[in-house]
């Protein structure tokens, strides 16, 4: 059964520092990993999809990386500000015939002012 | 560019009543998900759908039902609402990449 861990659960940083979150799986026969902001009571929004043939995506700030042998990503946020502070979530698709999303519990980040 | 729509955003039930949660998608995707999201338990998997007419169980499917008679449509049905089905509840429509709802929160009192 596909496990996935996300460390910290949480994370104080004061603002313009960079900083990594991380996130770790059981079963590195995954189809693709995505990573997800969630800002208090708000749904998830999609930061960045990594398929599992990719070493890395980049959208701005944020960069992915994906390390499928050793069951590892890492979301890195440069020059961090307090808009930046939500829930991040990592999530592995196995894809198939039900593509299901397996979540980790989440890093609780906040960039202080 | 609406994505994924969930309604209703809010609703208070008192134990036993049924109601149902509505989730629309634009983006012509085969798959789609329910999720209930509560403190210290992350988002655990109701049920889900691989396409029109087909449903599913997932982890925690007790108490909810579900149905897709539309590929753009998937329902999340409380028979007998009881307090522990209390939750923000999130429906996701996937391609390659995932798409989330902004949530309905649920109080059964």
């Known amino acids: 059964k596909q496990e996935v861990t996300q460390i910290p659960a949480a994370l104080s940083v004061p603002e313009g520092e960079n900083l990594v979150l991380n996130c770790s799986f059981t079963?590195?026969?995954?189809?693709?990993l995505q990573w997800f902001r969630q800002d208090p009571g708000k749904g998830l929004t999609s930061l960045l999809l990594?398929?599992?043939?990719?070493r890395e995506q980049t959208s701005g700030r944020l960069n992915a990386s994906l390390d499928k042998s050793s069951g590892r990503s890492t979301l890195y946020i440069a020059a961090s500000q307090p808009g930046d502070s939500a829930t991040y979530l990592c999530?592995?698709?196995?894809?198939?015939?039900?593509?299901?999303?397996?979540f980790g519990t989440g890093t609780l980040l906040a960039v202080q002012p | 560019n609406a994505g994924v729509t969930q309604t209703p955003k809010f609703r208070v039930l008192k134990t036993g009543q049924s109601m149902t949660l509505l989730c629309a998608q634009d983006?012509?995707?085969?798959?789609m998900y329910w999720y209930r999201q509560d403190p210290g338990m992350g988002l655990r998997l109701i049920h889900y759908?691989?396409?029109?007419?087909?449903?599913a169980k997932g982890e925690v499917p007790d108490g909810y039902n579900v149905s897709r008679l539309k590929k753009q449509n998937f329902l999340l049905g409380l028979e007998s609402a009881a307090p522990s089905q209390t939750s923000v509840y999130f429906c996701?429509?996937?391609?390659?990449?995932?798409?989330f709802g902004q949530g309905t929160r649920l109080t059964v009192v």
């Open positions: 983006m012509n995707h085969e798959y």
């Open positions: 996701a429509s996937k391609g390659t990449e995932a798409f």
């Open positions: 079963d590195s026969a995954i189809y693709n």
């Open positions: 990594i398929q599992s043939s990719q």
């Open positions: 999530a592995v698709s196995k894809g198939g015939a039900t593509n299901k999303l397996i």
């Open positions: 759908s691989v396409g029109e007419g087909t449903t």
